[in-house]
Structures are given as C-alpha cells and as structure tokens.
C-alpha cells in the first residue's frame, strides 16, 4: 500500500485558527451539541473547551485541546487553537496533527493580525482552507468586504491556486446556524459539516510500515503521569507494543505501550488500538526507563516535539 493511499476515509482532521474574540470556542461547543456528544437533558458549561481557570475567567483559548464529534459515519477531530498571537507556538504545534484549517473571522472586524500569522503557517503546510464568517447577525456586519478582505490576504500570503478555491460559509456561533450565502436561511449548522467532510482530505498513511507517530502535545494524569498526545502517520499501535521514543537530540529511549485513548467529544475513552493514520493519545515516560510509559496526542508550549518510532520485538 501506497504511503499516498488514504487510510481512513471515515476520518476527518480540522483544526479552527482565529483571531481572539471571533467565536471560535463558542462554535466548537455549537458543533458539540448539534452532533449528538450531550445528552438532551445534560447541563453543559458555556465555552466547555476552555477548561482551563484562567481561559474562563478571561473569555480566550490559551492551550490548545482536541475533541470529536460524529457526522452520520464520519468521525471528525477538532483542534481548538488559542488565537492570541502570544500563544502562537501552541497554534503552529497543532498544524502538524491535521489535514484542513477552518478559518474563522469576524463579520465586521476582517481577518487580524493573529489571523494572518497562523493562516501563513497553515497555506505553508499545503492544509486546505475553509473559510467561516462568523457573527453574519451583527449590525455592523460587512460580509462582502470582509471575504475580499480574505482573498486579499491568501494572495498576499502566496497561497498556491487550490487553497484561493476556498468554501465560504457564514455562521452564527451563537444560535448554531449556518449557510452558504451571507442572506441565505440557516436552521443549522449542517452545511459547515458537510463542508468539512467534502473539501477537507481524509487521511493518509502506510500501516504495513513502521510506527511513525508525531507528539504533537503533552498532558498529565495522577493515576498514569504523562500523556503524549500526537498523530499516527504511518504504521499501527496496541496496547503491550515495543516502541522508541527519538528525542531532539537523536537519543532513543525504549518503552512500552501501557494504554491507549482516542477523543470522543470532550472525553477520552479506552481503546486496544487506534484507527491507522489518526490521532490517540497514551502514556508517556514516567519514573525509571523500565517502567516509561508511552501516551500519544497533544503538547504545551515547555515541551518539544518528539517522534515516535517501533522497535521490533525481541
């Protein structure tokens, strides 16, 4: 198999990049609701990716977190990306654990500063774009200019001519609408999914190769340590494998797979072995090298990424 042939169709890797304050958490939570992830008489807490004390008490996305959410067969991943130009190297880590960006930009604001900086990584990386007008029910909306606005940033940051055949959808957050045209009805937010499984590529990868798994992100648990969060690009994983860890500085640290996550909405369950060429989560090195653990998914800005390799057993 061709490391080019797509290996999960059924798959689906976005991450949303924005500017602060254009509602980006607050349609990551519409998506969670009208996906099925609550339950109808579930009470949910209002921005409920911004888990974090500080996020909440200042209304901005700081660390960047990772959910799932069901569209008929098709699982979607989403990254939600801080978007305050500070935290931009939290934004950059998440790039490499997708294969499409929905940019999201104020109906009245335009595209700002932070926008054009993780808009230029993302066109760099050759993802595929989706472009989201969100708050299209502000009196000071001004949706045409704004998405020339947008045009005029993809031209100045030399994105190549498929990225510029960008899908434009114009949301409300709030109410969870959206559609294809700045006047057009919304009851919604059906047409931004299926927006999602349509442009954006599924997946690729070669499971007959080697394990090849990039942490992208680094989380703690009191019961098993470190968690790395990260992308399977090629090969597969279970619980009991061998594996080594390639650090930065070329040293391999040798362990063993001891649990296995995947993201189904804002929790983690327990998997024997993830999808190929997706993303999961397990844990990581912990007290002695004998008894380091493994965990693939997500970083914080003080750790470095690292790639994940196989070991053949013994």
């Known amino acids: 198999m061709s490391s080019q042939e797509v290996a999960n169709p059924l798959r689906r890797n976005v991450a949303i990049i924005a500017h602060v304050d254009h509602g980006k958490t607050t349609l990551v939570d519409a998506l969670l609701h009208q996906s099925g992830t609550f339950r109808a008489n579930e009470r949910v807490a209002e921005r409920a990716m911004d888990s974090n004390e500080l996020e909440r008490e200042r209304g901005i996305t700081i660390l960047a977190k990772n959910t799932a959410v ?40 335009g595209p700002l500063p932070q ?9 760099e990386r050759r993802l ?29 940051l030399d994105a190549v001519e498929d990225q510029l055949d960008f ?49 992208a992100n680094l989380d703690s648990s009191d019961y098993l340590g470190r968690i790395a969060i990260g992308r ?14 390639v650090k930065l500085d070329t040293a391999v640290q040798h362990t063993k797979v001891t649990k296995l996550y995947a993201f189904d909405g804002l929790k983690r369950v327990d998997i024997q072995k993830p999808r190929r060429a997706t993303s999961c989560a397990s844990p990581a090195s912990r007290t002695s090298p004998s008894a380091r653990r493994l965990r ?9 990424r690292s790639r994940l390799t196989s070991r053949p057993s013994r």
Do not use: C
């Open 167 to 215: 899908p434009v959808l114009y949301t409300n957050a709030r109410t969870g609408t959206a559609s294809l045209t700045a006047d057009g009805e919304a009851t919604d937010l059906r047409p931004l999914f299926d927006a999602v499984v349509k442009h954006v590529p599924p997946p690729r990868g070669n499971p007959g190769a080697p394990l090849q798994l990039l942490v």
């Open 128 to 156: 595929t774009p989706i472009v989201v007008i969100n708050k299209i029910d502000r009196p000071d909306a001004r949706a045409g200019e704004v998405l020339n606005e947008i045009y005029d940033l993809f031209i100045d």
């Open 232 to 245: 399977i690009f090629n090969g597969r994983v279970k619980i009991g494998d061998a594996v080594a860890v």
């Open 115 to 123: 926008t054009r900086f993780v808009l230029r990584k993302a066109l």
């Open 296 to 304: 693939t998914w997500s970083t914080r800005s003080r750790f470095r």
């Open 70 to 109: 069901h569209y008929h067969d098709v699982l979607i991943n989403i990254v939600d990306t801080p978007g305050h130009a500070d935290f931009g190297g939290e934004v950059e880590r998440t790039l490499s654990m997708v294969d499409g960006v929905m940019l999201l930009v104020d109906a009245s604001e």
